[in-house]
């Protein structure tokens, strides 16, 4: 989601690929991650911690949680913005709680500041209770720092399209 301002534009699909079943971010939800409410003030989804998310002593590792970060914030960032490309800029988490194997947790990413060219996103990783379904530990908090606005390429309307209906069905 991230991509620099110098980057080319991606290759157009290959055939065959327009049947594929939109994707909000290939990486996160190839770890099980569901998207729970897209918006250009929140963003927020659910990971369970599963032996591929986890580190060796089985808690949740903190790249995972680094991801969530970046990615909930990127997409909130490209929806504020009036989905124009962006870039990270900076990405400051402090893990401050473990997730366990079998844990649940959610990511929920708010803007702190919407400016026209830079914003600024809070992100918090909770663990679920799984008798209640609310949040009851902190595992994370992060702050992302995007630079906004940046020329979109014609290629990037398809994702637009894709994510538009994607979060009207949240």
């Not at 699909?13 to 929140?42: I, M, S, Y």
């Not at 990615?71 to 366990?100: D, E, K």
């Amino acid at each position: 989601m991230g991509g620099g301002a110098g980057e080319s534009d991606p290759p157009p699909p290959v055939a065959g690929e327009a049947t594929k079943p939109f994707q909000v971010d290939r990486a996160l939800q190839a770890l099980g991650f569901e998207f729970t409410r897209v918006t250009a003030t929140e963003v927020a989804g659910r990971l369970p911690v599963t032996e591929t998310c986890c580190q060796p002593f089985d808690w949740l590792n903190g790249g995972v949680s680094a991801l969530m970060a970046e990615v909930t914030a990127s997409i909130g960032c490209y929806v504020a913005s009036g989905y124009r490309r962006l870039a990270g800029v900076q990405l400051s988490i402090n893990h401050v709680g473990p997730a366990r194997l079998g844990d649940l947790v959610q990511a929920t990413a708010k803007p702190v500041q919407l400016g026209r060219k830079i914003q600024v996103w809070e992100v918090q990783i909770w663990r679920i209770d799984p008798s209640t379904s609310e949040c009851k530990d902190l595992i994370s908090t992060a702050r992302v720092t995007l630079l906004a606005n940046l020329s979109t390429p014609q290629s990037m309307t398809i994702y637009e399209e894709g994510l538009k209906k994607f979060s009207s069905k949240l």
